[in-house]
């Protein structure tokens, strides 16, 4: 994904530094990342999000506050308050040489701080909180043990994550100013919490606070077992496609007004399949009754490649299900079946290449399929397991006399 270096300045004149990812098609909407309390833009969950994020037609801006990575500044002189206006310069750069933020994303004290600053920026229409506290009051306890001296000598020397951070008591101060839900209430933005029961840094009833506080439309999604700072790549990008998913649903991704409907995400029947055009190359949407997939075709005859070809998915749908009756089977059996790899090719070739083909003088499309087992499993298992692989209902489907009806849909759209 393209990526851009962003230089802005914060309140005080001083230069922040940020990295723009952008999509290499079409631009659904910006987005702003605000990340976890002294982190910079560049942890790895920051990125991973950002980078998934710009997969899927998000533009997203993710910088360092004030006196943090590579901003300047001094950090022991900023707060909380600080950190809001940084926000809402970030913002003000986006409106100038883009487009205003349509998405806050915040992580950690980021996520308080994306919900106490999106009441200041009416181009937002969604705020999306991961492993978030309530309010900015929560860090309190991270300056417990220095909390005395702080207040005494105005400043002290705190550890945080392995670093030495100057800690002033302006900071402390400020905190309370920040440790009302009432913003939260009066959000008047679509909300979406992710939050891991698991998180050892801000517990799950911080997520509850967030959701109780607010208002209809809102969300909550779990993270399962995933520590705070996302630091697994799967949890990450998890949060980015569902992340994706679900903004879908308050903009319009395509940016040609308000009365296009076709540009909201549909919704779809179990079992069912909708896929929409979304340039007018190569370049398609499709839904499914809880996804969102991307198909294209490579650069190289005329598409954006962001997304898996038709045949790479036809090949998708019959590996993954191979791999997933495989699984259901081992599993059943209880055969010690450690993972299964499968790897598939297309082609076309001659009939008469065929054993089993009955026309001999005509060409066919020939999968190739390669599966590799791992596990203690005799030559009997393995045998019994590549039988049951031409058992995946895929499998039938592509092997069995396919009738395909194509009607005009009675809903007739004119433009």
């Known amino acids: 994904m393209p990526r851009t270096k962003a230089t802005f300045y914060n309140a005080e004149g001083e230069s922040l530094a940020g990295l723009l990812e952008t999509p290499e098609g079409p631009t659904n909407a ?24 710009a997969r899927q037609g998000f533009a997203v801006l993710r910088f360092d506050f004030t006196g943090l990575g590579n901003s300047d500044g ?26 205003r933020p349509e998405l806050l994303i915040g992580h950690s004290l980021g996520g308080a ?20 506290p309530a309010t900015a009051g929560h860090v309190r306890h991270l300056f417990a043990k220095s909390h005395e001296e702080i ?30 839900l009432d913003h939260i209430g009066a959000l008047k933005k679509a909300l979406l919490v992710f939050h891991s029961p698991l998180d050892q840094t801000v517990p799950i009833n911080e997520a509850s606070r967030i959701y109780q506080a607010a208002k209809h439309p809102k969300s909550f999604v779990s993270l399962d077992n995933a520590d705070h700072l996302l630091s697994r790549r799967q949890d990450a990008l998890y949060v980015a496609n569902v992340l994706s998913a679900w903004v879908g649903r308050y903009f319009d991704g395509n940016q040609v007004g308000d009365d296009d409907k076709l540009n909201l995400v549909p919704e779809v029947k179990s079992e069912s399949v909708i896929v929409r055009e979304k340039d007018k190359k190569f370049t398609r949407e499709i839904f499914t009754e809880n996804h969102i997939l991307t198909s294209d075709e490579p650069k190289a005859v005329g598409g954006n490649d962001l997304g898996a070809n038709p045949y790479e998915l036809l090949l998708a ?28 090719a297309h082609s076309r070739i001659h009939a008469k290449d065929c054993e089993i083909c009955e026309k001999q003088d005509q060409m066919i499309v020939k999968i190739s399929r390669i599966i590799t087992l791992t596990g203690n499993l005799d030559e009997a298992q393995r045998t019994r397991l590549l039988e049951i692989a031409d058992k995946c209902p895929v499998h039938k489907t592509l092997t069995n006399q396919i009738y395909i009806e194509t009607k005009e849909s009675n809903q007739r759209i004119i433009k």
């Not at 259901?328 to 059996?333: E, V």
């Open 74 to 99: 001094d950090f022991s002189n900023t707060n909380f308050s600080s950190n809001l206006q940084d926000l809402i310069c970030a913002a003000e750069f986006l409106g100038k040489h883009y487009k």
């Open 30 to 53: 910006y987005a702003l990342f605000a990340h976890c309390f002294t982190c910079s833009k560049d942890i790895s969950s920051a990125s991973r999000i950002t980078r998934a994020l």
């Open 113 to 132: 701080a994306v919900l106490a600053v999106a009441q200041h920026l009416p181009s937002v229409k969604a705020v999306a909180t991961i492993g978030a």
């Open 317 to 344: 749908a019959l590996g993954s299900c191979t791999s997933m009756t495989l699984r259901m089977y081992a599993n059943h059996k209880k055969i010690d079946l450690h993972d299964i790899e499968v790897e598939l």
């Open 151 to 180: 207040m005494e000598k105005e400043s002290a020397h705190v550890e945080l994550s392995g670093r030495r951070f100057m800690i002033k008591r302006q900071f402390i101060d400020d905190l309370e100013q920040h440790n009302s």
